[in-house]
């Protein structure tokens, strides 16, 4: 007995992860660090030196404070792959440019211009990002994230 049942497709949207990237300040300097991570909370305790394992480049210029965590991946490789051109945005920064608001504009044109990786003049758009934002000071509007504001105190 032959049965012609075609598989059922859904649209389904992969959940989003625990995979995020992240942009410090340092309190002491005008300096930026961009990470990535599962569990924020843990990694932001050991960039300030309160639990062990944190990064080398955060060692001096502490303390280290969130401007924003950036999520809405849905696998290591695409958050990773984001962290790296946040890192590397293909232009350097000027001598008396702010680093936060060079890395924010950076930030916004990774998010416009797609992950690229399918190929470099088909480039896919990343998907819809949350970002939390911890410095009322900073932040970005962009019609591609939605934007969190953590309450200060």
């Known amino acids: 007995m032959e049965t012609n049942i075609k598989p059922l497709r859904l649209n389904v949207i ?11 300040r340092s309190a002491g300097s005008n300096k930026v660090y961009i990470g ?3 569990d924020f909370t843990r990694r932001i305790l050991q960039h300030n030196g309160e639990l062990a ?12 404070y969130p401007i924003c965590v950036i999520k809405g991946f849905y696998e290591s490789s695409a958050a990773l792959r ?12 000027k001598a008396r440019e702010d680093s936060i608001s060079f890395t924010l504009q950076n ?5 416009n211009n797609g992950d690229g990786s399918i190929a470099k003049d ?3 758009p990343w998907p819809a990002l949350h970002i939390t934002w911890y410095d009322p000071n900073y932040s970005i509007q962009n ?11």
């Open 122 to 124: 088909n480039k896919m």
């Open 53 to 64: 394992g944190g990064a080398k480049k955060t060692q001096k210029n502490r303390p280290w």
């Open 14 to 24: 992969a959940p989003i992860s625990d995979h995020g990237c992240y942009i410090l």
């Open 107 to 111: 930030l916004n044109n990774l998010i």
């Open 36 to 38: 990535y991570t599962m």
């Open 82 to 93: 984001f962290e790296y051109r946040l890192q590397h945005p293909g232009r350097r920064r």
């Open 143 to 153: 019609a591609h994230t939605y934007n969190y504001y953590f309450p200060t105190h």
